[in-house]
């Protein structure tokens, strides 16, 4: 099975920090993909990549900015963080669109 | 954009009891994906639909792709307490690389 781990379960950071959110596959997946999920909004896309190096942007990029270097790590980045990045964020991972793999999430407080 | 409408948004039952959950929008999709998800844990990908008209069973659960493919609809016969979590439509369209989620409906199945 595709196992994807994010570095973090919860993360409390303050106002205006940077903050990186890391997301590992153990499979050669090419697309990687970060949501985030707020109650009454669902999953909405931040950013993807369909390969190393590459990176699209989603609906909501406002505020945020990935790393690609390796296949195997999709690194989501808050540059400077605020309140309303306060979220649960989700990576995932395909071989192609069809079937993400998801981690388990991060949950960011922004205080 | 909400490009997929879920309905219900909540559901709350009585183990036994059977429901329907639907998950429509006014565009075409080329596949259709449900996804279960749990409490502070990432979705799971339940089925991929990706024929119009196409049938899917998993155990109690039945899955129905739209004959236009811009439709679909979860049905759980005798439903029980471990069914209790976020059910999430998701399409592709035009074979794209990201997919479009649906709020999801919260299933909560009591004893």
């Known amino acids: 099975d595709v196992k994807v781990t994010q570095s973090s379960r919860y993360l409390v950071k303050r106002t205006g920090e940077k903050v990186f959110l890391e997301c590992v596959q153990d499979m050669d997946h090419e697309n990687m993909f970060w949501y985030r999920q707020d109650p009454g909004l669902g999953l909405r896309l931040i950013y993807f990549s369909y390969d190393v190096k590459m990176k699209e942007k989603g609906d909501i990029p406002e505020g945020y900015s990935v790393s690609r270097e390796k296949k195997e790590r999709f690194s989501l980045i808050l540059e400077s963080a605020s309140t309303n990045q306060t979220s649960m964020y989700l990576c995932?991972?395909?071989?192609?669109?069809?079937?993400?793999?998801f981690g388990s999430g991060t949950r960011l407080t922004v205080v | 954009t909400q490009l997929l409408e879920q309905s219900p948004q909540f559901l709350s039952i009585q183990e036994g009891e059977n429901l329907t959950v639907y998950c429509n929008s006014s565009?075409?999709?080329?596949?259709l994906q449900w996804y279960r998800q749990e409490p502070g844990e990432g979705p799971v990908l339940l089925v991929t639909?990706?024929?119009?008209?196409e049938v899917k069973k998993l155990k109690r659960l039945t899955f129905q792709f739209g004959d236009a493919r811009k439709d679909s609809s979860l049905h759980i016969t005798a439903a029980q307490p471990g069914d209790t979590g976020l059910y999430l439509c998701a399409g592709e369209i035009n074979s794209g690389y990201a997919l479009n989620f649906g709020k999801g409906t919260s299933l909560l199945v009591t004893p």
């Open positions: 995932a991972t395909s071989p192609r669109v069809f079937g993400y793999t």
């Open positions: 565009s075409v999709f080329s596949s």
């Open positions: 639909v990706v024929t119009g008209g």
